[in-house]
């Protein structure tokens, strides 16, 4: 039996995909009465997705917000610092930014991956170098279920002696040259909200080969409680741990990833045949140093040849009952991140004015990608 999601006629962007095994490990969590937070299972979500990832450590908590937070916080990131953050993001990236008093300087994307520009990095390290103005961590953005150009990166982090952070929310499944999502610097951030390739309904995970640390976040998510038979704090601690029944259904979900990232690579290969020869259509980039997991499959619209916006097309689909969305707005066009430092911008200002995400949820089936793709090419 599979709990496909399915409310009526529509097609959602990326629905939760549930199948038995999530609801046997779930009946056991509550059978066992291990409801409070912490667990059984908690400790082995943790292994599994470790091990699944090629980290040594790993951290269950209530959401990828929380593992950004933390993640900051371990790397001593503070009031009056500046953390380097691509601007075609989901706001949790740079708002967590703004969580440790620090402030984010945005980061356009490049055009092969639309990932922060590794070249626009490179001079900004260049530059703030010389000024004693280094960015006290850098975070880079999986986007869309393909990861960051690693192999730029990675270099100069080190030449500069700057933390990384992962923030792969949106990308675990997907690799670069080898190496899995999840798997680069100094700690990682996976999430596991309704809408992403795997969920717990609302989650997420730290992870880092720094044994020490992970520990340290462990006690961080849960309110820092010393180790005393009594209540007792010496740090500020945060409420940020996943529940046991949560790394049930998780557990459940990380023995799917693979049938997940083999159907969502069903539907981009779907789209790319019949999008990529229409006129004014381009699909997202692959490079080809990475394996994506295709989480969204995202197309940008000629302005010129393209007789309707992505907004228009958007609202054309939701008549007929189907989801689309334009590509995340950048954090440096958000009025909350207004006068914000930008490091270039028309790259990712062209694809938030000419992109959108199609659907893509791993229960597609043959005839809702036809019925898509009926629709889309209705409005042209
Ligand atoms: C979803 C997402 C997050 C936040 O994860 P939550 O689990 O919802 O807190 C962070 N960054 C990116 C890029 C995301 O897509």
Request: aromatic share 10%; proline share 6%; glycine share 6%.
């Given at each position: 039996m599979a709990f496909v999601e399915k409310s009526g006629n529509r097609i959602y962007l990326s629905p939760p995909h549930m199948g038995s095994e999530e609801r046997e490990l779930l009946l056991d969590a509550f059978d066992s009465n291990?409801?409070?937070?912490?667990g059984p299972h908690v400790d082995a979500f943790e292994v599994e997705m470790a091990k699944e990832v090629g980290v040594k450590h790993a951290a269950a908590l209530s959401s990828g917000t929380a593992g950004l937070h933390l993640a900051l916080k371990l790397c001593g990131v503070g009031a009056g610092d500046r953390v380097l953050v691509p601007?075609?993001?989901?706001a949790a990236t740079a708002n967590a930014v703004r969580y440790v008093g620090a402030e984010p300087v945005f980061v356009d994307c490049e055009t092969?991956?639309?990932?922060?520009d590794h070249s626009l990095v490179a001079e900004e390290l260049e530059r703030t170098s010389k000024t004693g103005e280094l960015p006290a961590a850098i975070i880079t953005v999986d986007l869309y279920g393909q990861c960051s150009n690693y192999t730029a990166i990675e270099p100069l982090c080190e030449r500069y002696g700057i933390p990384l952070i992962e923030d792969a929310a949106e990308a675990l499944g997907a690799s670069w040259e080898g190496r899995s999502?999840?798997?680069?610097?100094r700690f990682a951030v996976l999430s596991f909200n309704g809408?992403?390739?795997?969920?717990?309904?609302g989650g997420g995970m730290l992870l880092s080969n720094d044994g020490a640390a992970i520990v340290h976040a462990r006690k961080l998510a849960t309110?820092?409680?010393?180790?005393?038979?009594?209540?007792?704090?010496s740090e500020l601690g945060y409420n940020y741990r996943m529940s046991n029944l949560l790394a049930a259904l998780g557990r459940g979900q990380l023995k799917a990833l693979p049938d997940r990232v083999a159907a969502r690579t069903t539907n981009f290969r779907f789209y790319e045949e019949h999008?990529?020869?229409?006129?004014g259509v381009t699909m997202m980039p692959i490079d080809e140093r990475g394996t994506p997991n295709h989480w969204l499959t995202c197309i940008v619209l000629d302005p010129h040849s393209s007789p309707t916006s992505p907004e228009d097309v958007c609202h054309q689909l939701e008549t007929q009952d189907i989801e689309a969305r334009p590509l995340w707005k950048p954090m440096h066009m958000q009025p909350l991140y207004s006068g914000t430092r930008m490091l270039g911008g028309s790259v990712c200002e062209h694809l938030f004015a000419n992109g959108m995400c199609l659907p893509?949820?791993?229960?597609?089936t043959d005839a809702d990608r036809e019925r898509v793709l009926a629709a889309f090419l209705g409005t042209r």
């Open positions: 291990w409801i409070a937070p912490l601007s075609m993001t989901f092969q991956t639309w990932n922060m999502a999840g798997s680069f610097g809408n992403k390739i795997i969920t717990t309904s309110q820092a409680r010393d180790p005393a038979t009594h209540y007792q704090h999008l990529a020869p229409v006129e893509s949820g791993s229960s597609m």
